[in-house]
């Protein structure tokens, strides 16, 4: 069956860098996009970023852009994300989602189909 | 950006009970609009998918209805499992957004 495992989590400091990964499995790997959501203690869910199933394309949310990087290695079945400049609000546990584009009446439209465990991010001095 | 406007952000209800919950997009978002339930501690899963069909494996008492700005998920008949948070998401543009939940409680 599908699965999604994420790594790279833990403490770091503001100003700081980290890469997390997600790991894949039980799905043609390279057929599908894949999103990074994350979730602050206690809060809702943020979408993060999404890539591409051949890489070429990549999109962030806005709190994100120019600080966050995702790609992948379809080779490895694994989507990275870099965080780079981290803030203490980029606190939060970051899943990663398999994209699903299916087709209805009105045309294509895309869900995240399956969801990994999630890892923590702790930004703090 | 488009917000997502979820309401109510809790409700208390109790096994057997009908709940609805409504999400309203900022702008237009055609059918562009999935649901997601989280256990506590859990990844969400998702219900409802294109804002009425429903997801392979998620029980018939969940469903999904609305269009354009409007939509509704309803439990028929609510279970002890079932009481998590609820999250709508579009997907019809980027950055894609979520709305800020449903808790449900007994």
């Known amino acids: 069956q599908v699965q999604l495992v994420e790594s790279g989590g833990g403490v770091v400091q503001p100003g700081k860098s980290l890469r997390l990964s997600c790991v894949a499995s039980g799905f043609t790997f390279r057929h599908n996009g894949i999103h990074w959501v994350r979730q602050a203690p206690g809060k809702g869910l943020e979408w993060v970023a999404v890539?591409?199933?051949?890489?070429?394309?990549?999109y962030y949310g806005d709190s994100v852009k120019g600080r966050f990087t995702v790609s992948r290695d379809n080779s490895k079945n694994t989507v990275y994300l870099q965080m780079n400049n981290l803030r203490p609000d980029d606190t939060a546990v970051y899943y990663c989602?398999?994209?699903?584009?299916?087709?209805?009446?009105?045309?294509?439209?895309?869900?995240?189909?399956?969801w990994g465990q999630g890892t923590l991010v702790t930004v703090s001095s | 950006d488009i917000q997502m406007t979820q309401s109510p952000s809790s409700l208390s209800a109790s096994v057997g009970d009908r709940v609805t919950i409504t999400c309203r997009a900022s702008?237009?978002?055609?059918?562009?609009l999935n649901w997601y339930q989280q256990r506590p501690g859990k990844a969400p899963k998702v219900l409802i998918y294109?804002?009425?069909s429903l997801e392979n494996g998620v029980p018939s008492r969940f469903s999904g209805s609305g269009s354009g700005t409007d939509f509704t998920l309803t439990i028929a008949s609510l279970r002890p499992e079932d009481f998590a948070t609820y999250y709508c998401q579009q997907t019809y543009d980027t950055p894609l957004t979520f709305g800020g939940g449903t808790k449900v409680e007994i």
């Open positions: 989602a398999k994209d699903r584009r299916t087709t209805t009446a009105e045309g294509e439209t895309d869900y995240f189909e399956s």
């Open positions: 294109a804002a009425s």
């Open positions: 702008q237009y978002i055609s059918s562009h």
């Open positions: 890539i591409s199933y051949d890489g070429n394309n990549q």
